[in-house]
C-alpha cells in the first residue's frame, strides 16, 4: 500500500519561506504525477501544486510566482518551496496525486504551515 509522509512544516513569520517534502513509498512514484494540496482552518481542502512524471508543473493561481512544486524521482519525494510566505498561506499540506488522474492514495498525515503576520 503507497504511503505518504510529509514534512516541513512550521511557524514562520509572514515573507518566509519554508521547503516542504512528500516521501512516497512503494515503486509506483516514478509513473505517478503527483501534487501538493492544502486544508486552511475550519475550511475544505484545496489544490496548491502539480507535477507530471516529466516534470511540468501547474499551480493554482494564488500560490503562482511565490511557490514551486518539484521531484526526485530516485528518491521518490515530491517538494513544495514556499516563498514569500503569507498569514493566507496557513494550512495543513498534503500531496497525493495529481487531481487530473481522478483517484488518490489514502491520505498521509499532512504538515502543518503557520505563518504569522
Known amino acids: 500500500q503507497v504511503q505518504l509522509v510529509e514534512s516541513g512544516g512550521g511557524l514562520v513569520q509572514a515573507g518566509a519561506s519554508l521547503r516542504l517534502s512528500c516521501a512516497v513509498s512503494?515503486?509506483?512514484?516514478?509513473?505517478?504525477?503527483m501534487g501538493w494540496y492544502r486544508q486552511p482552518p475550519g475550511k475544505q481542502r484545496e489544490w496548491v501544486a502539480g507535477i507530471t512524471i516529466h516534470g511540468t508543473t501547474t499551480y493554482a493561481d494564488s500560490v503562482k510566482g511565490s511557490f514551486t512544486i518539484s521531484r526526485d524521482n530516485a528518491k521518490s519525494t515530491v517538494y513544495l518551496q514556499m516563498n514569500s510566505l503569507k498569514p493566507e498561506d496557513t494550512a495543513t499540506y498534503y500531496c497525493?496525486?495529481?487531481?487530473?488522474?481522478?483517484?488518490?492514495?489514502?491520505w498521509g498525515q499532512g504538515t502543518q504551515v503557520t505563518v504569522s503576520s
Open positions: 497525493n496525486q495529481h487531481p487530473a488522474i481522478g483517484s488518490y492514495y489514502p
Open positions: 512503494g515503486s509506483i512514484f516514478t509513473i505517478s504525477p
